[in-house]
């Protein structure tokens, strides 16, 4: 990532198409799927009902999409927590969910600057985009997207 200013913190200016980001991981549990539903009010069977998905190709209950990607998302804002360059979470582009992920599945995020586009905005210098993908334990790609984000 480009250098930080002197009190430590990457702005707009500081960043350059090609920067990289790999978070931590972190293993999706039942309680948390449960959980998501309850929160979302999605309670279809694929994912909450071992019965339902018995027969299905991958044969147990797999994450929610949305639950990844709010995974995502916060695997993500843990890791740039110490480096708050980000003002908001601007929008999202080209979601896709191409891998079921079943509970027990650890993951974790990628982020690679593709574009940078300066704005002039009353709180932020411009908007970074990231082509961002959530990797599972075994290398594949669970989710892809290009997360947009309001940079100072």
Same mark, same amino acid.
């Given at each position: 990532m480009g250098d930080a200013n002197d009190d430590g913190a990457v702005r707009f200016v500081d960043l350059e198409v090609g920067d990289e980001t790999i978070t931590h991981s972190r293993t999706l549990t039942e309680a948390d799927v449960r959980e998501f539903a309850g929160v979302s009010g999605d309670f279809n069977p694929l994912h909450l009902s071992e019965s339902y998905t018995a027969d299905l190709p991958f044969g147990e209950p797999i994450a929610h999409g949305a639950l990844l990607f709010a995974v995502t998302t916060g695997l993500l804002w843990q890791h740039r927590h110490e480096r708050p360059e980000t003002? @908001?979470?601007?929008? *999202?582009?080209? !979601? =896709?969910?191409? #891998? /079921?992920? &079943?509970?027990? &599945? &650890?993951?974790? @995020? #990628?982020? #690679? %600057?593709?574009?940078? $586009? /300066? =704005?002039?905005?009353p709180v932020g210098n411009g908007l970074a985009r990231y082509e961002t993908r959530l990797v599972t334990d075994d290398g594949s *790609? @669970? !989710?892809?997207? $290009? %997360? %947009? &984000? !309001?940079?100072?």
């Amino acid at each position: 990532m480009g250098d930080a200013n002197d009190d430590g913190a990457v702005r707009f200016v500081d960043l350059e198409v090609g920067d990289e980001t790999i978070t931590h991981s972190r293993t999706l549990t039942e309680a948390d799927v449960r959980e998501f539903a309850g929160v979302s009010g999605d309670f279809n069977p694929l994912h909450l009902s071992e019965s339902y998905t018995a027969d299905l190709p991958f044969g147990e209950p797999i994450a929610h999409g949305a639950l990844l990607f709010a995974v995502t998302t916060g695997l993500l804002w843990q890791h740039r927590h110490e480096r708050p360059e980000t003002v @908001a979470f601007y929008g *999202v582009d080209s !979601l =896709r969910f191409t #891998e /079921p992920v &079943t509970m027990g &599945t &650890t993951v974790q @995020a #990628e982020s #690679e %600057l593709i574009e940078k $586009e /300066p =704005r002039d905005h009353p709180v932020g210098n411009g908007l970074a985009r990231y082509e961002t993908r959530l990797v599972t334990d075994d290398g594949s *790609v @669970a !989710l892809s997207c $290009e %997360l %947009l &984000t !309001l940079v100072k």
